[in-house]
């Protein structure tokens, strides 16, 4: 039996759990936003699509350190480490999601480097739109594609 797997595995479901959080909430703030066009609530907008991100990263980050024992490293290890989550890593694992899933999830990689160099006001409710018009759809992707590979991690912490 492989104890570490299964935590992993019952860390990333934590972790998704306080994703969905986020992206209720932007969605909450999206609507508020359009409701009384008040631009303040742009800035939740922003901060929960940040958050969105950095939460799916920081998966990306435990599985690249505890299940593949690389993690990239550089200038561009935020890139490399969204491409590395779609690789299948021969005899170590499947991929963690798909190249569609994380094509998709680039933009939203881009838009929180954004929101970490800029102040919120300058930020563009219609760069933000398209992001948060998919968001309910692409977070649906992410836990269809995270509940096949939490699957594999219960497998292979199972196994003895």
Known sequence: MNKGYLVLASRIREELSEIEKAVDRALRAWDAAKLKGDDAYLDSVALNL???????????????????????????????????????????????I????????????????????????????ARMAPLIEALRQVFGNVRMEMDEFLSFLERRGSQE
């Open 98 to 125: 798909s190249r569609d899933l994380r094509d998709t999830l680039d933009g939203y990689r881009g838009f929180r480097h954004v929101v970490c160099n800029v102040y919120t006001f300058r930020l563009s409710p």
């Open 50 to 96: 940040h958050g969105f991100y950095t939460g799916l990263e920081r998966i990306f980050e435990l599985i690249a350190t505890e299940v593949d024992q690389s993690k990239p490293q550089g200038e561009n290890w935020h890139q490399e480490l969204l491409r590395q989550m779609a690789t299948d890593v021969a005899l170590v694992r499947p991929p963690v």
